[in-house]
């Protein structure tokens, strides 16, 4: 049996996991092993993702907890080293682009570790975001590289990534937002819906936590007034990030807005799912909310200059937005005016499938 460690650490990888982890347990010769590095550890950021997926405990649980980059980082690495030690994996497979993505290949690349990226490629240009740094170093040192999108293969090729590392398998996250639409029937919709007071297609969903949004203090308050402005024409339901939460306590932001502005803490995937598939639509500045809507076909605003994810604009529902056009944008989804879009090649719900596949030939040495 193949020993493969399948490593998480914050709430994006949780659902990119779990499809991988499910076609691995079904696939001879693989034994997939679940560590969570600890990067989250409130429980609606990390254990309601668990329970949602209807994943196991994980195998090893690092505790890395949060801290400055460099100290989140290097615990990680630290942890991880011990582990890998031990386990002596025949593959380390890493997802997305936090911390803990970049902190686990590293170290298993040292150890003579193969490594695996799921969600390989993807670019933003815009090296002021930590997401960037780290999905640059982990591909540039992963053995096989999992692409979601033929813009994900064209950077890594003009990169230098040899062609034989890299496989466009699709978007793994889709496999878990195709499998959970099945278990939210319309009776669980509409009582999740009526319990935030909202009724169905008339609410604006809302995320925000990247630093660029949410760590300086002019930027959040305009940014807050702005959704409190919005909610006076349609309620806005705001799940709001521990970080965002902590930044709006720490910089004493006035927080009395009208009460059509719902403030309410992050909520689990299962919920979650069931409120972006319900609702007028999404402004956020997440990657994979921006993926979720474009196969929703919901209109997505993102709040950000760039996004490493066009494709969910060229052939999705989202538009890039800033302070300057927001409000424009806003009123043209309101007013039914927003394109319809279409579902990317091979976000089909069957990437896990594919992926397994090839890992298998990998480690088997064929
Ligand atoms: C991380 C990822 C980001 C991803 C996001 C999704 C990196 C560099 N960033 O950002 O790409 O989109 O997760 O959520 O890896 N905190 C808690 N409880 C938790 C987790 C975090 O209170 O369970 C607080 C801590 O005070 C921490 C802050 O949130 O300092 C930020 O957490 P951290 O993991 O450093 O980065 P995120 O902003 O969550």
Not at 2 to 18: C, D, Q
Request: hydrophobic share 40%.
């Amino acid at each position: 049996m193949s020993k493969i460690l399948l490593v998480v650490g914050a709430r994006p990888n949780f659902m990119k996991m779990a499809p991988l982890y499910f076609e691995m347990v079904k696939t001879p010769g693989l034994d997939p092993r679940i560590l969570h590095t600890g990067q989250h550890y409130d429980y609606v950021m990390s254990q309601a993702f668990f329970e949602d997926l209807q994943l196991p405990q994980p195998h090893h649980f690092l505790g890395a907890g949060s801290g400055s980059h460099a100290e989140q980082t290097a615990r990680i690495m630290v942890e991880f080293e011990k582990v890998a030690l031990t386990e002596n994996p025949d593959l380390v497979v890493v997802f997305g682009d936090v911390n803990s993505t970049v902190a686990c290949s590293l170290t298993a690349k040292k150890l003579w570790i193969p490594v695996a990226h799921v969600e390989a490629g993807l670019r933003s240009f815009d090296e002021t975001m930590p997401e960037e740094i780290n999905r640059r170093v982990t591909d540039a040192i992963s053995d096989l590289l999992f692409t979601p999108s033929p813009d994900g293969d064209a950077h890594l090729i003009h990169e230098g990534v040899p062609e034989h590392k890299i496989h466009q398998v699709g978007n793994i996250m889709i496999d878990s937002l195709v499998a959970i639409l099945t278990k939210i029937d319309q009776d669980h919709q509409n009582r999740i819906v009526q319990r935030f007071g909202l009724t169905k297609q008339r609410y604006v969903l809302v995320t925000l936590h990247r630093p660029s949004n949410v760590d300086e203090r002019d930027g959040l308050e305009q940014i807050l007034r702005y959704l409190n402005q919005l909610a006076s024409e349609v309620p806005v339901l705001f799940p709001i990030h521990p970080r965002t939460r902590k930044n709006i306590e720490t910089m004493g932001i006035d927080v009395s807005f009208r009460e059509e502005l719902r403030i309410v803490e992050p909520l689990r995937y299962r919920e979650f799912i069931t409120l972006e598939k319900n609702a007028a639509f999404v402004l956020t500045d997440s990657g994979g909310i921006q993926e979720e809507t474009t196969y929703l076909g919901l209109p997505c605003l993102t709040l950000r200059p760039n996004t490493e994810r066009p494709i969910t604009v060229t052939e999705g529902t989202n538009e890039l937005v800033d302070m300057s056009t927001i409000e424009r944008q806003s009123a043209r989804i309101l007013a039914g005016r927003w394109k319809s879009g279409k579902i990317p090649s091979l976000w089909d719900g069957r990437t896990a499938e594919r992926i397994a596949k090839i890992v298998a030939r990998y480690v088997s040495g064929k």
